[in-house]
């Protein structure tokens, strides 16, 4: 008995200093959050089908018919308010009031994610829960091409760099989008389109300075060749200076961006649209540790979408994306021990994909059915804290999907639809989706719906090594670890109160099984591994309503709840009792303000006020405060071509916390004051 | 300058990027109009719910609200279509095409065709003090004396507003109207 005690006291105090030292969370990669998404059906947004009848164009408001192209080809008249999901979209307009500088800061503004910044440079973006530095479960869309990162299954939001002014909308769908979005899509997609080029004609400058955004300059000139083709091309630079320590010494975070590229579409005749574009981007940040990683980046992608006479529409799509990272990482050392030398990890990701798409009516079915290949290329370079075994990956994926809306009466539909996908690691997959929507009236509709969605595994889960041997080995990946799954059960309301109001709401309640846990090795304690061990169900709802009482004033609140309950399932174990795959507000508000003066001021506040969370340390819940903040922007045109604007972030408090465990190493985000000078011509 | 050294740029991008698709697209069928008008007859529609007319010319609740077309009538039977069965504020609509000025007796929101553009001016003169609410797409229709222009912006419809042209109407014109349009004058000629 007392050997016993010994042992697993000793046991317990050799974690606990590799916990301190290295090991909040069982990958630390001193990186950002990120998500895998292997699998990936070709996307197909609330708004694409075919053209409109005048009824269908009566219906819109002056605003969404000056929006509307004369030569549009395949864009379906389904309004917003009657899309049969928890879908919110964030507009151009929205995008540029309320002092964004980046796709992260803009995600603000989406009352159904919770958006958590950890560092200058690191977000962990997420939907209905499970939102960690490792955060796994959202789909994110550029233009049709998956933003992704298998090496750490996640997103790197601070490579997204585009021009805010040529973001057409972001769409947020909270829930799963399984069968119509592709693999991962399992707690919501969030899905932004750039604007066609002939919507960015023209020279359009932009220069920025501030104490946190240092620089920011940008332009883009548009133009056309021929009636039918238009094409732009744009570059930004900005640079970004560091957080803060608790302490108030720097957190050696600041890092710079700079991105350009192109987009070409050509409308060669009413029916089709090819669309041409690419961007590099070249990314420097700062590591905790004094070092810089180094990701550079180029990607290509070509779409041909046409519509029949029939209104049915055919599009394929491929794209090629490369990215390569050099992240240096630090000596690990525990107790004074070192036990990997500092080094570089070097990852080369190529991926290849083809999608392509078909939808056609039937009597009263509506089809959509699609095909995707993705070829993917991952070469690492292991440095003795991190590697991923085998070194050189090539895998490919393939799905298919089909999607059947049954208008069974006017006012009721019914949406069947089933996803079958293979990816290397599991075999096949199956996401199936069931949806009624019931159009109560012209300005209501109400939607229930029943979904299961998969998370795949990544290559964290499958391969990483963290060290290396012969160094002490930490952590190593499960050959056997399996997919996470969700049976999502959803309803939701829209409805337009008046000409002046609308509010929408969603319900879910989630059973999660298969989730991640992390297990010791029952003989040797170490390393540690990974298995599908937890369990987890979830609840709660979102929130909105629009108010527009005049003219020049609009408002919007957003409420969110989520109630979440992961455990260990019966006869597993986690090594992070259940604590490490959430750490989420139990609810957020948003509250937000566009205001019209005269002379073309405008002013646009946006509040946010944010619920506490507990968040893990080893197996222990540790707590990352509330906050409230304000973001907002004056601006004032001068001239039809020249805008000149003061924004702000995080205006209340100097500094605050938005994320991380409580010590010496959390990073506190800092307000940030910048103005802006935008030229168009 | 500027100007040049843009279309300088210009023409090396084309030659850059895009001389394989050009190729690759010629000879495709041009679009046809109807899309464009469908969207402008509903805008018309819409423009009838926002421009209030002096109490004399409306008085009656079952009076009807004349839309009328001058010249080469572009919209076919798409105008039908997009008002028939329609009140607005009350008012049924009813469609009258004209072939020229001296035909209008009676028209409230009158839309000039293309056809017009050597006889606007005379047009337009001889419609002043008639409470006629003029639209059209002519170039520089609403700086011409026009009330409401619409205009193409990147493969949009966008409208322009004459205002001073609407006042002098005793037109009243919505202020959700006025604050997606664009506010012109007359340009002195």
């Known amino acids: ?681 | 300058m500027l100007d040049d050294k843009l279309r300088m740029s210009n023409m090396k991008l084309r030659f850059m990027w895009f001389l394989p698709l050009i190729c690759s697209l010629s000879g495709f069928e041009q679009a046809p109009p109807s899309r464009e008008y469908q969207l402008k007859a509903v805008f018309l529609f819409n423009f009838m719910q926002f421009v209030e007319w002096p109490g004399t010319v409306l008085e009656e609740q079952n009076t009807p609200i004349t839309l009328g077309v001058l010249g080469e009538d572009p919209f076919g039977d798409i105008l039908e279509e997009t008002v028939s069965n329609e009140l607005i504020n009350g008012h049924p609509v009813v469609i009258k095409r004209f072939a020229n000025v001296a035909e209008i007796d009676q028209c409230h929101l009158l839309f000039i065709a293309a056809s017009e553009k050597e006889r606007l001016p005379q047009t337009l003169d001889a419609l002043k003090g008639r409470n006629t609410l003029t639209v059209g797409d002519l170039k520089d229709f609403a700086q011409s004396g026009g009330m409401i222009a619409f205009k193409m912006v990147q493969n949009k419809i966008k409208v322009q507003i004459n205002l001073d042209m609407a006042r002098e109407a005793d037109l009243s014109i919505s202020p959700k109207l006025l604050r997606l349009s664009q506010i012109v004058n007359t340009k002195r000629s």
Not at chain 1, 450 to 464: E, K, M, T, Y
């Open chain 1, 1 to 681: 008995m007392k050997n016993n005690g010994y042992h697993s006291e000793h046991r317990v105090k050799d974690l606990l200093c590799l916990l301190k030292s290295h090991y909040a969370n069982p990958v630390r990669l001193r990186i950002g959050g990120t998500i895998l998404m292997m699998l990936y059906v070709g996307h197909f947004g609330y708004s694409q089908n075919a053209s409109s009848s005048t009824s269908d164009l009566k219906q819109l408001t002056l605003e969404e018919l000056m929006g509307i192209e004369v030569m549009s080809v395949s864009r379906r008249l389904e309004k917003l308010s009657e899309s049969p999901s928890a879908i919110q979209v964030i507009s151009d307009g929205e995008i540029n009031r309320f002092g964004a500088s980046n796709i992260p800061e803009a995600l603000y503004l989406a009352g159904n994610l919770q958006v958590a910044q950890k560092n200058a440079h690191s977000w962990g973006i997420s939907a209905r829960g499970f939102n960690t530095e490792l955060s796994n479960k959202l789909l994110v869309l550029m233009d049709g091409r998956t933003i992704y990162t298998p090496l750490y299954s996640g997103v790197f939001w601070d490579r997204q760099d585009y021009l805010l002014e040529d973001i057409q909308q972001i769409e947020v769908v909270s829930g799963p989008g399984g069968t119509l979005w592709g693999v991962n899509a399992v707690n919501g997609v969030i899905n932004i389109t750039s604007k066609e080029a002939s919507q960015t004609q023209g020279l359009y400058l932009k220069a920025a300075a501030g104490n946190e955004l240092q620089t920011q300059i940008a332009g883009r000139y548009g133009s056309s060749i021929g009636p039918n083709t238009h094409y732009r091309v744009y570059g930004q630079y900005s640079k970004r200076d560091a957080m803060t320590y608790p302490d108030s010494t720097d957190a050696k975070d600041g890092w710079s961006m700079a991105q350009g590229g192109f987009r070409v579409d050509s409308k060669p005749t009413d029916r089709s649209v090819v669309t041409v574009q690419g961007d590099v981007y070249r990314n420097e940040a700062g590591l905790d540790f004094g070092e810089r990683s180094d990701v550079w980046g180029a990607n290509l992608l070509g779409r041909w979408s046409y519509t029949f006479q029939d209104s049915s529409s055919f599009k394929i799509q491929s794209y090629y994306d490369r990215t390569v990272l050099d992240l240096p990482t630090d000596a690990w050392v525990v107790n004074g021990t070192e036990l990997a030398p500092e080094g570089t990890f070097k990852d080369d990701l190529t991926t290849v994909d083809v999608d392509i798409q078909h939808q056609f009516e039937l009597g009263i079915n509506h089809i959509v059915w699609g095909v995707t290949y993705r070829h993917t290329n991952d070469r690492v370079d292991n440095s003795p804290a991190l590697g991923l075994v085998p070194d050189d990956l090539k895998q490919d994926l393939y799905s298919i999907f089909l999607q059947d809306e049954l208008h069974l009466l006017k006012k009721l539909s019914l949406i069947l639809g089933t996803k079958l996908e293979h990816n290397p690691f599991t075999g096949w997959i199956l996401e199936p989706n069931g949806r009624v929507k019931w159009k109560l009236d012209k300005d209501r509709i109400a939607w229930f719906a029943v979904s299961r969605a998969v998370r795949a595994p990544s290559r964290i889960d499958r391969h990483i090594s963290q060290a290396s041997p012969p160094h002490f080995v930490l952590l190593t990946g499960n050959p056997d670890f399996q997919s996470e799954t969700v049976v999502s059960w959803e309803s939701g309301f829209r409805s337009n109160i008046s000409d002046v109001a609308s509010t929408s709401i969603s319900l879910f309640y989630n059973v999660y099984d298969d989730i991640r846990s992390t297990v010791l090795n029952p003989e040797t304690t170490f390393p540690l591994t990974f298995k599908n061990g937890l369990e987890a169900e979830t609840y709660g709802f979102e929130a909105t309503i629009r108010y527009q009482p005049t003219d020049w004033w609009g408002l919007y609140g957003s409420y969110y709840l989520l109630k979440e309950d992961v455990r260990v399932s019966p006869g597993e174990t986690d090594f992070n009792n259940a604590l490490n795959e959430n750490a989420d507000p139990g609810w957020q508000v948003t509250l937000r303000s566009s205001i019209e003066l005269p002379y073309h001021f405008s002013i646009n506040p946006a509040f946010r006020w944010v619920d506490d969370f507990t968040i893990n340390e080893a197996g222990v819940a540790r707590n990352v405060d509330g906050y409230a903040e304000i973001d907002g922007q004056i601006s004032w045109q001068a001239t039809e071509w020249l805008q000149l604007s003061v924004a702000g972030r995080n205006l209340l408090h100097h500094h605050h916390v938005e994320y991380g465990v409580p010590g010496p190493n959390r990073v506190a985000i800092q307000r940030s004051v910048y103005g802006k000078v935008i030229v168009n011509f």
